[in-house]
């Protein structure tokens, strides 16, 4: 990506009244998207933008190795033959999926799909991998690209058709274990966005209607965008035994020799031949005296060719986890703020920048330089990421400049500084007036307190951040607790009061259909609701159309709604309390 001059750099739009230009414009200009390529939801990821990206996928890597969900790598090209033979899941798919046609001139056949995610492929491989209880559980994870044709509108990092993403699959034993397995991935996740990210959203699970194609059960991480509306972050899914027996991911659970299960197979079939025997001798002395034998059926004639097989065998239980390039975005929209990014620690690039105050005098400004390579050096040596901007240009522009790249602490090093042997830090979410000094050396001569020291200020920074992006979502999130305490009903019309929508008439036609949220109030409400099964979907379409939000879900720890609290839209007994909102 060509440099972009310092002069281009000032960076100002606010990121509340007007988010989707200031994201579009502050990806291209802190180089972590560049949007130029000629294809739809397709994009390059410069090196800064890629070093986000691979930090989250690192964590989510090494979370998943703690759970022993090791890495493993399966093609990109998946057959048609092998996508239709699941039915359920590969059919919800079928609208997104990319096809290669043709080898060169000739044509494939059967044609090749680019995997929109890659449960078939996986799991007819694990049918190959899993024979007896001892290869279970089995746990893989890839960090790899998917492809989706996407057809709403696209959005770097948020809505790609080439999907950047970390997948991970385990088979187990028994429903309980996967069910376990499905914590486990939270466990995970919610370590990955709050103690690595510090970002935060909604852990809910989505109704039945709204589960992944072939799942008994969704989760997913909804997080709070700027605009009010919410972004899926994450998922997961518990896939039940419907993948395992359509791909025979099977096991056997008694510790079998070959011989024994030879043995167990005559067996079964002879069983089955005297029984079908039996069966027609009940038959025939069920026939009434005088009654001619009746012909009998086509199939009946026919001695049976095939040997019958008894499965005893057992099917795993699948569930899956995944996770995109939504983490990097969720990063820049949470954080972010009028300058640019705001990034945490573990996911910046350079952590530090490191800006010596220059005055334009080789003689006075050479030892400058030369402190601040030293610090960076004791820096680097600790581990911390550092850079030093000691090219041409006064200091103000560079602040800018590294302000509008997200970096975590910036470094001011002055002739002042370099005499006291100290440097001066101010942090990313600071001003000018919280700048503070650190001395780089004990009078011993070791950097260690001042590398500690260091190491505290970035905790306490994205402690901060995660504080902030917490109260932001808590301020946001109308859940009516005042309501249910005294007993009352919530009704759709003070949702849509809170939202503008009673007093709002787009008559122009190009007008939204709704109006923007208004951010000062909550854009996410958690209602009573009748039911999270199939039959909740009519009422949430009344529900939708009055107020533009449809549900995204709830929380299965939440207590159930008390006798007496009544659904918001049908005013029957309500089963579960719901998260409304709109989504991106
Ligand atoms: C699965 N199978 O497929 P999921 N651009 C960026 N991120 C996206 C996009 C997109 N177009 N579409 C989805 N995501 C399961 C789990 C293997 C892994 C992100 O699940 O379809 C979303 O954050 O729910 C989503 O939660 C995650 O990928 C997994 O996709």
Not at 238 to 258: C, H, I, M, R, Y
Not at 527 to 544: T, Y
């Amino acid at each position: 990506m060509a440099q972009q001059k310092r002069s281009d750099l000032t960076f100002n739009i606010s990121k509340f009244d007007n988010f989707g230009a200031w994201y579009e414009e502050i990806l291209q200009l802190a180089e972590v998207v560049d949007k130029r390529t000629t294809m739809k939801g397709v994009y390059v990821m410069p090196p800064y933008g890629c070093f986000m990206h691979n930090a989250t996928m690192r964590a989510v890597e090494d979370a998943w190795v703690e759970q022993d969900i090791m890495h493993a790598n399966f093609p990109t090209l998946i057959p048609e033959t092998l996508l239709s033979a699941e039915s359920g899941h590969f059919a919800g798919f079928v609208p997104e999926v990319f096809w290669v046609t043709k080898g060169g001139n000739s044509d494939l056949n059967p044609k090749l799909a680019l995997r929109p995610t890659s449960e078939t492929i996986i799991y007819s491989t694990f049918a190959n991998w899993v024979q007896s209880h001892r290869d279970l559980p089995l746990k893989v994870q890839q960090t790899c690209q998917v492809f989706r044709c996407e057809t709403k509108d696209t959005s770097p990092l948020i809505r790609s058709r080439e999907i950047l993403w970390n997948e991970a699959h385990c088979a187990h034993a028994t429903a309980e274990e996967s069910a376990e397995q499905c914590r486990g991935y939270w466990v995970g996740y919610k370590h990955v966005f709050e103690d690595i990210l510090n970002v935060t959203g909604l852990y809910i699970r989505r109704p039945l209607w709204d589960t992944f194609p072939g799942a008994d059960y969704t989760d997913v991480l909804d997080i709070i965008l700027p605009n009010g509306k919410v972004m899926q972050s994450a998922s997961t899914h518990f896939l039940g035994q419907g993948f395992a027996n359509l791909f025979g991911v099977k096991f056997s659970d008694t510790e079998q020799t070959p011989a024994d299960k030879q043995k167990e197979l005559i067996a079964a079939q002879k069983a089955a031949k005297k029984a079908k025997q039996q069966e027609k001798k009940q038959k025939k002395g069920d026939k009434k005296e005088g009654e001619s034998e009746p012909a009998p059926a086509e199939e009946e004639k026919q001695e049976p060719t095939e040997e019958v097989v008894i499965d005893h065998r057992k099917a795993a239980w699948m569930s899956c986890a995944g996770i995109s390039t939504r983490c990097v975005a969720s990063v820049i929209c949470v954080h972010g703020d009028d300058n640019g990014l705001v990034l945490p620690t573990a996911a910046a690039p350079f952590q530090i920048i490191i800006i010596p105050i220059l005055r334009g005098k080789a003689d006075q400004d050479k030892p400058v330089i030369e402190f601040s390579q030293t610090v960076q050096q004791i820096l680097k040596k600790a581990g911390i990421r550092v850079r030093i901007d000691d090219g041409p240009g006064k200091p103000g522009p560079k602040f800018f400049h590294w302000e509008m790249k997200g970096v975590p602490c910036r470094i001011e090093i002055g002739q002042r500084d370099m005499s006291q042997n100290s440097v001066c830090c101010v942090f990313r979410d600071q001003t000018k007036d919280d700048k503070f000094n650190i001395p780089i050396a004990d009078e011993a001569g070791s950097n260690a307190g001042f590398i500690g020291r260091i190491r505290e200020e970035f905790a306490r920074f994205d402690e901060r951040l995660h504080k902030k992006a917490i109260e932001f979502q808590t301020s946001h999130i109308e859940k009516f607790l005042e309501k249910e305490q005294k007993g009352e009903t919530v009704t759709i019309d003070e949702i849509r009061k809170t939202l503008g929508l009673d007093t709002y008439n787009p008559t122009d036609k190009n007008a939204d259909k709704y109006p923007r949220f208004d951010l000062s109030k909550p854009t996410v409400f958690r209602v009573p609701f009748i039911s999270v099964g199939h039959d909740g979907k009519e009422p949430e379409a009344i529900l939708r159309a009055a107020t533009g939000l449809e549900i995204r879900g709830y929380d299965p720890n939440e207590a159930l709604p008390a006798e007496g609290v009544k659904c918001i839209v049908t005013g029957q007994q309500a089963t579960r309390y719901v998260y409304c909102a709109r989504a991106m």
